[in-house]
């Protein structure tokens, strides 16, 4: 059934409105980087006139040639010219899209990620087990060297960069199986999100077209490779070389896929030799207007605010600036998260998965299980939510796009009610909310 209502709702107008935006993204993109690759080697601005201009035509040309397309093969013709303008070679366009068809079952899980459909306990219970911690102990053992040598160059702690490894790909044992082509091409053909896979598709297309990436290339189904589960852009952009070997192996070659996974974590801004966050308590009298990432304070302010270290005690004198996050409102476990916590998050944006990278990189660096006692409180199920963001809209609180996912804006939103009605103002989308609802 879903994948019937998927299909429904795929319709001409909505993939030439997304194609068009995702030309004008390319337009910007590639602009961008000729300006970022001219700075680098001159250390002057420049923007390629010329080329910015072809992209504008094709723009144009896009946009009235999309008005009309309606299947999976027209999209695709649109998609063999755009990538072309970009510069991969027909041959190599020709053979990535023979015979290509979508793959619905991809779009399934896109609107089921365990992200948005797992409470912070269910999620970490899931991804910091004893069978990931025994396997990254290993990891740890047998890459000491290299792993030392890594943290020489970038800064990144062995147990972080093992961390990402166990959430990613479970230490390179799952780095996926569905064709990356296909997967890519299935979710730039979807609305939702076409602008985003439709670059990263045409990025793959290019790693194909120069040999480092294999036409059959298999990985998650989100086109994520190798692994440390890199976009085809992140390739691009952070895979390193380690060993000079001339390739970038992020599936085999444990140099290249450490050095690269540390490459962009620098990039992200990971500052050497600090701590992602800590487990923290609260003061029964605290002000939870200051909850979120949009709020920092040093930690001495926090400890003036009744936050303690979560066996209680003062918390550390320094002057980082941290957030408070509450990851199942104020009945569960807190965090102050400090930059690298940040970085974490321009990997992945889910607050879920952060939280379960940093408290395994702890776990695996010698540190204990968190001190908050589980809650046990039913799952949300993505349906559930859209009812919640439905509800707050209707009451005059707007909650964003009713996309089943507890984003920004659906959380303040559910902060607003929950001041209004005197519940706890902590926006967290839970059971609790969705009751008060019904």
Not at 146 to 153: F, I, W
Not at 247 to 275: M, P, T, V, Y
């Amino acid at each position: 059934m879903l994948h019937a209502l998927i299909a429904q709702n795929i319709d001409a107008i909505g993939r030439a409105h997304a194609f068009a935006k995702n030309v004008l993204c390319l337009v910007r993109f590639e602009a961008a980087t000729e300006q970022k690759k001219y700075q680098n080697e001159t250390g002057f601005t420049h923007y390629n006139l010329p080329m910015f201009l072809r992209f504008i035509f094709l723009v144009l040309l896009s946009s009235s040639v999309l008005a009309s397309s309606h299947s999976f093969e027209d999209f695709l013709n649109n998609l063999h010219q755009l990538a072309t303008e970009q510069g991969v070679s027909k041959a190599t366009v020709d053979r990535a899209f023979y015979q290509l068809t979508p793959n619905l079952d991809i779009l399934e899980s896109d609107r089921s990620q365990a992200e948005f459909s797992q409470n912070f306990w269910n999620y970490l219970g899931k991804r910091v087990s004893q069978y990931r911690l025994d396997n990254g102990y290993d990891t740890l053992k047998q890459n000491r060297s290299l792993l030392n040598k890594t943290y020489q160059q970038y800064g990144v702690p062995a147990h972080v960069l093992v961390s990402f490894l166990g959430l990613e790909s479970n230490y390179g044992n799952n780095t996926g199986s569905y064709s990356l082509v296909r997967s890519l091409a299935t979710l730039a053909y979807d609305p939702r999100r076409s602008v985003f896979f439709t670059s990263e598709l045409i990025a793959l297309l290019k790693l194909i077209d120069d040999g480092k990436v294999p036409l059959e290339a298999t990985g998650s189904w989100a086109g994520a490779m190798g692994a440390v589960q890199f976009m085809p852009s992140n390739v691009i952009a952070y895979g390193v070389d380690a060993d000079n070997d001339g390739k970038i192996d992020l599936w085999n070659n444990q140099a290249d896929i450490l050095a690269s996974a540390a490459n962009f974590l620098e990039h992200l801004g990971w500052n050497r030799g600090e701590k992602w966050g800590r487990e923290v308590t609260i003061s029964e009298d605290f002000n939870y207007e200051f909850v979120g990432l949009k709020t920092k304070k040093q930690l001495d302010e926090w400890q003036t605010l009744g936050i303690r270290s979560a066996n209680r005690s003062n918390l550390p004198e320094s002057s980082m600036a941290a957030s408070l996050i509450l990851p199942m409102g104020y009945k569960g476990p807190a965090f102050l998260v400090y930059q690298n916590f940040r970085s974490i998050l321009g990997w992945n944006h889910s607050t879920l998965y952060a939280l379960a990278v940093g408290h395994l990189a702890d776990r695996l660096s010698g540190g204990g299980s968190l001190l908050a006692t589980p809650i046990d409180e039913p799952l949300l199920k993505r349906d559930d939510v859209m009812a919640i963001q439905q509800t707050l809209s209707l009451l005059g609180y707007d909650a964003g796009e009713a996309d089943g996912i507890a984003g920004p804006k659906t959380r303040a939103a559910a902060k607003d009610f929950q001041k209004d009605i005197g519940m706890v103002a902590d926006g967290y989308v839970g059971y609790e909310l969705f009751q008060r609802l019904q």
